[in-house]
C-alpha cells in the first residue's frame, strides 16, 4: 500500500557529506512517521533518527548533531542530511514508514560508504 526508495547513497571520504532521499509512493496520507536506519555488516538495524507531524525529531546518539532528518510534503520525500561522515557510519541506510493500521513498510536500502 505505500511504497519507499531511498537513493543518494555512495562513496564519501571522512568528514563529507551526503543527503540521501526517501520517496514514497502509494497511500501515503496514511503514514505517521518516518524513520531512518542503517545496518553494517554483522550488526544490528539501528534505529537512526524519526519524524512525524506533531513532534520534534529525535536522533541516536551515534548521529545527533552530524545528521539531520527533514521532509517536503508536496514532494512525499524525506531526507537525510548527513556531515562530517565518519568510516563506521558505512553501512546500508532504510527508511521505514509507520503507517495508522499499525503496518511497518520498508524500502529497498542504498548503500553509503564512508573511506579514510
Known amino acids: 500500500q505505500v511504497r519507499l526508495v531511498e537513493s543518494g547513497g555512495g562513496l564519501v571520504q571522512a568528514g563529507g557529506s551526503l543527503r540521501l532521499s526517501c520517496a514514497a509512493s502509494?497511500?501515503?496520507?496514511?503514514?505517521?512517521?518516518i524513520g531512518w536506519y542503517r545496518q553494517a555488516p554483522g550488526k544490528q538495524r539501528e534505529l537512526l533518527t524519526t519524524i512525524s507531524s506533531g513532534g520534534a525529531p529525535n536522533y541516536a546518539d551515534s548521529v545527533k548533531g552530524r545528521f539531520t532528518i527533514s521532509r517536503d510534503n508536496a514532494k512525499n520525500t524525506v531526507y537525510l542530511q548527513m556531515n562530517s561522515l565518519k568510516p563506521e557510519d558505512t553501512a546500508v541506510y532504510y527508511c521505514?514508514?509507520?503507517?495508522?493500521?499499525?503496518?511497518?513498510?520498508w524500502g529497498q536500502g542504498t548503500q553509503v560508504t564512508v573511506s579514510s
Open positions: 521505514n514508514a509507520l503507517v495508522r493500521s499499525g503496518s511497518y513498510y
Open positions: 502509494g497511500s501515503t496520507f496514511s503514514i505517521d512517521a
